[in-house]
Each structure stands twice: as structure tokens, then as C-alpha cells.
């Protein structure tokens, strides 16, 4: 009986103490083995917000024991969709919590799922990270696939515009620079990074953090039906009342010299 007591109190100790530690603790015949299996957990937190307090959040990781698949226990699904939502993709499933096994591979992509109920402009940020992410030269970046750019999180948030959708191919979490490695600009401006659409009675024209200098709007047919030869803003916003509904042609001007036109239906 003296035995059976001394191995249950030593099994409680043996407990108490991993659980203080964060250990895993196994044990076989109700006695306490001295195997001791440590879980290595890394993990970031990220936000998307905008400037009238929209939020959501979602936390990528890379755990002992996780794999690239769907953990039980581990892999939290996304179900709570809001005005904004932002989750991480297994396959085409959401999912507000992610692990990924180890060891971990700079190279990993990590595709992201952004949705708004709105047109606007939002920002990605971290807000909080642990283990290897808090090293000083680990990149979190976050590559938006429609102006090819890449932008580390943890020197500065990225904004951007969207428009009313569910994308799931735009945005991705990487760990490296893939266009500075490639040597690609990843500051090229062109149409896909001109965001248009219709506020009430106005039609803005957003492009980003590009300072636009010109911008004229046309028939499609040509004739000129407005034009700021001196915008020098990201955004500009127009009187819809000089227009008449019907598709119109966009064309711009950055403070670099770089000229795109895009077609768009008002």
C-alpha cells in the first residue's frame, strides 16, 4: 500500500510540475514514467481593421505535433463572420486557428481568406507573436497577389482597398521577400491596383499608398468629362452629378510618371 501511495504522489508531483513547465507527462499502469516530451509552440497573431473599428483576427502557428493538414484539437475552424473576416485557408476551409508541424520551412506559403461586406480601405497588422516569430530577423510578410507587393508586418502595418467579395487568392502569409529575391519590382503600379467604386453620390478613385497626380475620366468614346491635373493624393473623390451613368474610362497619372487607364460601369 506504502508503494501504491508513493507512486501516486509522485505521479501528482511529476503533474503539477509539467503542467508549471508546459510538458506533456505519459504514463503507463497508472504509474509515473519519467518521460518528459517538451511542445514547441510558435505562433502570430494577425489583424485587419479599418478605420471605423472593423475587426477580425486570425493566428497562424508551428507546433510539435501538428501537421499541414487538419489537427483535432489543434486547428480552430473560422465561424464567425462579420462585417470584415479574416481566417487561413486548408485547402478551401477557413479556419481561425492554424498549426503547421515542425521543423519549420522558410519557404512555407501560407494562403489567407479576406472578406467585406463593404467597399473600403483596411490594414493588416500583427498583434502579438511568440517563439521564433519574435527573432529580429524572421520577415512576416504579407504578399497581396494583385500588385505583386510584399510588405514585412513587423516594420509597419499594409493598407489596402477592397472591394464587396470573398477572396481567397489575393492574399498570402510568407516569410521571405519573394519579390526582392527575384529581383521584381514590387512597387509596380498598374489598372489592378486602381480600386473604383460608387459612395452615394460620388465616385471615389483609390489607389493604395500611389500619390496620383493626373486624373481624367472619359466617355467611352472618348470625350472628356473631367480631369485634376493637380490631385496629389492616394484618393480621389468625384461629384457623380457632372456624369451620366454609363461605362466610363479611368485614366491616371502617379507622381512617378506612370500612366494606367481602366474601364469601369457607372
Known amino acids: 500500500m506504502k508503494t501504491i501511495t508513493q507512486n501516486l504522489l509522485s505521479y501528482v508531483t511529476l503533474t503539477t510540475t509539467a503542467l508549471l513547465f508546459g510538458l506533456n507527462v ?3 499502469n497508472n504509474v509515473a514514467t519519467t518521460a518528459l516530451t517538451t511542445v514547441e509552440t510558435n505562433r502570430v497573431w494577425i489583424n485587419v481593421t479599418d478605420s471605423q473599428g472593423a475587426f477580425s483576427q486570425t493566428l497562424m502557428g508551428y507546433r510539435s505535433g501538428a501537421t499541414d493538414g487538419y489537427d483535432h484539437a489543434l486547428d480552430g ?3 464567425n463572420d462579420g462585417a470584415i473576416s479574416l481566417a487561413s485557408l486548408i485547402g478551401t476551409d477557413r479556419y481561425a486557428i492554424q498549426f503547421k508541424g515542425l521543423p519549420f520551412v522558410p519557404s512555407d506559403v501560407v494562403p489567407l481568406s479576406f472578406k467585406a461586406t463593404y467597399t473600403g480601405t483596411f490594414t493588416f497588422n500583427i498583434d502579438h507573436m511568440d517563439g521564433f516569430f519574435t527573432t529580429a530577423n ?3 510578410y504579407i504578399h497581396d497577389t494583385v500588385n505583386n507587393t510584399y510588405t514585412n508586418l513587423k516594420s509597419g502595418g499594409y493598407t489596402f482597398t477592397s472591394t464587396v467579395g470573398t477572396f481567397n487568392n489575393r492574399f498570402e502569409l510568407t516569410y521571405s521577400n519573394a519579390s526582392a529575391n527575384l529581383g521584381v ?4 503600379f498598374s489598372a489592378s491596383n486602381l480600386i473604383v467604386y460608387q459612395d452615394n453620390a460620388s465616385i471615389v478613385i483609390n489607389a493604395g499608398t500611389v500619390i496620383l497626380k493626373d486624373i481624367a475620366l472619359y466617355t ?3 470625350q472628356l468629362l473631367f480631369q485634376n491635373h493637380q490631385a496629389n493624393a492616394s484618393q480621389t473623390t468625384i461629384n457623380a452629378d457632372v456624369l451620366a451613368k454609363q461605362p466610363l474610362i479611368i485614366k491616371v497619372t502617379t507622381q512617378d510618371g506612370i ?3 481602366k474601364k469601369w460601369l457607372y
Not at 519590382?185 to 509596380?188: E, L, Q, R, S
Open 26 to 28: 505519459q504514463a503507463t
Open 77 to 79: 475552424a473560422f465561424m
Open 138 to 140: 524572421f520577415g512576416v
Open 185 to 188: 519590382d514590387a512597387n509596380a
Open 220 to 222: 467611352i468614346n472618348g
Open 259 to 261: 500612366t494606367v487607364a
